[in-house]
């Protein structure tokens, strides 16, 4: 006997989707350059489904295009600093926590001296100004800051520089305390020192710099709160005082505008979605919050996130291989919610994360289709076959279950939620009379042809031809997650197709009655054992019946209830015709009538509105209001059929009382 070919067919079914799995995923996880970038992704997404966290201990003061108007400052040359000046004196007069500018005053201001002289003492008797600078190399090589000048330097509690870290992307996403260059660690960056200032314990031992920290963003642009420059000078109804009491304040440039003496800094975060920037002053005050509240997101250590890897692509590549596509298919759907679920918990409550988009993007589908491509040739070949022997009442989906589950052709039956049409032509024993058998056959199957087109169109399953009549059903047998807008589709397409059908045969114009609705049924085969019927029954498929026999008498061509709407849109209109009880129930029914107009995505046409208006009245009682409304109605458009059918039932109710607690249904006598 031999033994390894089990082993080699075993080898072969586990270890490819293993190889291919782990391949892949440490290929992904290496390669920085790959676009998209699965890596960066698995970093941005959870941000956007996380609700935001506006904080409170801190605001930021924007020199933005209104304060540049108001305070009528140049835009090619640098600030009177004197405006500084005075917003640190106020900042200082309201004890706010600590004062931190983005920007680089690296001369002094020939014009406004005084200016200067002023900011520099308001600097000084504030205590805790951190100031801007800029990391850059002397052309000889060494490392060195762009700083602001001396007696601004002098006056500041310390300073900084203050870039940041963007991607490609030009997202920010990693702290930057030491600038990358090795050889300039003795700088620090702003934020770094503005914490140090307030006595954050992290920012106490210099090496700490080194630890790596990602960007944890509070939500999107705007979430943390700001104010305009000149707002921000004096007291008013807008910033009152008191307003920056025990805040740190972080002072710097809008990108939307051009400031003089300052660089153009904008950047993108998680939120940016659609390309749009934000300034870097707010990137800075999310990294100083984050190393204030020691919040910042930490990221799995490379071995680790090797460990992840191989173990997803053993448990996924070897896993789903032992099942059919279809179960391996669902298994794959719920390992990818179970890691994106793992992935965001972390992310959220435990502000840790790692780059579990490579599992669910790459190691999971890669898993899945070597599962598929090894287990479902025999299954490929047999769904063609079956789709070549779809006949008549039978829709491919209907019959695949059948011979996939032998189960299905024993009698009985189940419930299930379906979505159900039920039509048939109307006058059709007139036409019977004047044609031949022979032509009135021909003109069924044609008839038939152009009906049941739109029900295999839309996935419906037909469940039995009587005469002229047709009964189809969605969501069975198998489950369509959007029945009732595919029943919807096919009661559009009915009527469009029989309106090419009408102007081709050119003979007898066929007009077909529709009735729709949505409930629970049972389906099934109600046959035996040797004849497999399968067929829905209930009281909802007689609802439906009733819907399209209604049709009859409010000159309507298709009427549902509001159970089959679902959240459905179309190119139709949809108008509610009335409450009726039909006979044989109980319960009253909302039904409304659909309609394909030639304009439906335009403005209701004037006898519509008039209708509902007069209906509305019916409802309440008021018959001659409503008779004035309905024969309005008839006069805006004379073929109106429930216009015409509320008129004979006033007339009717004009000599009878309303009953207790009529609300203006009908009663229906016939079926």
């Keep these: 006997m031999n033994h390894t070919r089990p082993f080699k067919a075993g080898l072969a079914r586990y270890g490819v989707g293993i190889l291919l799995a782990t391949g892949l995923g440490l290929l992904l996880l290496a390669a920085d350059n790959l676009q998209p970038n699965l890596v960066n992704l698995s970093y941005d997404l959870p941000f956007r489904g996380r609700p935001g966290q506006a904080p409170d201990d801190l605001v930021m003061v924007w020199m933005d295009e209104d304060s540049h108007r108001e305070l009528t400052q140049p835009r090619n040359d640098s600030w009177d600093r004197g405006l500084h000046g005075q917003l640190v004196e ?3 007069k309201e004890h706010a926590r600590a004062v931190v500018f983005d920007i680089v005053f690296s001369e002094t201001n020939a014009t406004h001296l005084q200016g200067d002289e002023r900011f520099a003492r308001a600097i000084r008797e504030n205590g805790k100004v951190i100031l801007a600078a800029e990391y850059a190399k002397t052309p000889d090589g060494s490392p060195t800051m762009y700083r602001a000048f001396d007696a601004l330097i002098d006056a500041a509690a310390d300073w900084g520089f203050d870039q940041v870290s ?4 030009f997202i920010v996403r990693r702290h930057l305390h030491v600038p990358p260059d090795p050889d300039g660690d003795n700088f620090s960056s702003m934020t770094w020192q503005a914490a140090h200032l307030l006595g954050q314990l992290d920012t106490q031992k210099p090496e700490n710099r080194y630890v790596e920290h990602w960007m944890n963003y509070y939500g999107p642009p705007g979430t943390i709160p700001w104010v305009s420059f000149y707002r921000a000078l004096v007291a008013d109804e807008f910033c009152p005082a008191g307003y920056f009491s025990n805040k740190v304040v972080f002072v710097g440039g809008n990108i939307k505008t051009v400031f003089s003496g300052q660089r153009k800094d904008e950047y993108r975060t998680p939120y940016t979605v659609r390309g749009e920037f934000v300034p870097g002053l707010e990137v800075q005050a999310t990294q100083f919050l984050n190393l204030m509240r020691g919040d910042w997101l930490s990221r799995l250590s490379p071995r680790a996130e090797l460990v992840v890897v191989v173990f997803c692509a053993v448990l996924f590549g070897a896993g789903l291989a032992c099942f059919r596509p279809l179960v391996a298919t669902l298994l794959a759907a719920l390992g990818a919610a179970l890691v994106t679920l793992l992935a965001y918990y972390l992310f959220w409550g435990q ?8 599992t669910v993007m790459v190691q999971i589908p890669v898993a899945l289709f070597w599962s598929i491509l090894y287990n479902s040739v025999a299954s490929l070949i047999q769904n063609r076959l079956l789709a070549q022997s779809l006949g008549l009442y039978l829709s491919p989906k209907q019959v695949q279950r059948i011979l996939k589950e032998p189960g299905l052709r024993q009698p009985g039956g189940s419930k299930q939620v379906a979505s159900i049409l039920f039509s048939d ?5 007139r036409i019977s009379e004047q044609l031949d058998p022979a032509d009135l056959v021909q003109l069924l199957n044609s008839y038939y042809e152009t009906t049941i087109r739109a029900i295999h169109q839309t996935e419906g399953t037909i469940v039995d031809i009587i005469g002229d009549a047709i009964f189809a059903i969605w969501n069975a047998p198998e489950l369509q997650s959007d029945h009732q807008a595919k029943m919807l589709q096919a009661a559009l397409l009915f009527q469009q197709n029989l309106s090419q059908f009408n102007c081709k045969q050119g003979s007898i114009a066929l007009r077909t009655r529709v009735g729709l609705h949505t409930g629970e049924v049972v389906v099934g085969n109600v046959g035996s054992s040797e ?10 498929v007689n ?6 026999g209604l049709n009859k008498q409010l000159g309507t061509d298709v009427l549902m209830t509001r159970a089959a709407l679902g959240v459905a849109r179309g190119p139709w209109r949809l108008r509610p015709v009335g409450k009726f009880r039909f006979k044989g129930f109980v319960q009253v029914v909302d039904v409304i009538e659909f309609m394909v107009l030639p304009d439906a995505s335009g403005p209701l046409p004037p006898w519509f509105e008039t209708f509902a208006a007069a209906l509305e009245t019916f409802q309440q009682g008021q018959f001659a209001a409503a008779e004035a409304g309905f024969r309005r109605t008839l006069e805006l458009r004379p073929e109106d059929g429930p216009s015409a059918f509320y008129l004979h039932q006033i007339q009717e109710w004009q000599t009878h009382t309303l009953p207790d607690g009529w609300a203006g249904e009908i009663n229906l006598t016939e079926k």
Excluded: K, V
Aim: hydrophobic share 45%; no cysteine.
């Design 90 to 92: 106020r900042l200082t």
């Design 166 to 169: 963007t991607d490609q992307d």
């Design 351 to 358: 502000r840790l994360w790692f780059p579990w988009l490579i």
């Design 425 to 429: 032509i109307a006058g059709f024993s």
């Design 531 to 540: 004849h497999f019927d399968y067929a829905a029954i209930g009281e909802n």
């Design 543 to 548: 609802l439906a019946s009733r819907l399209e």
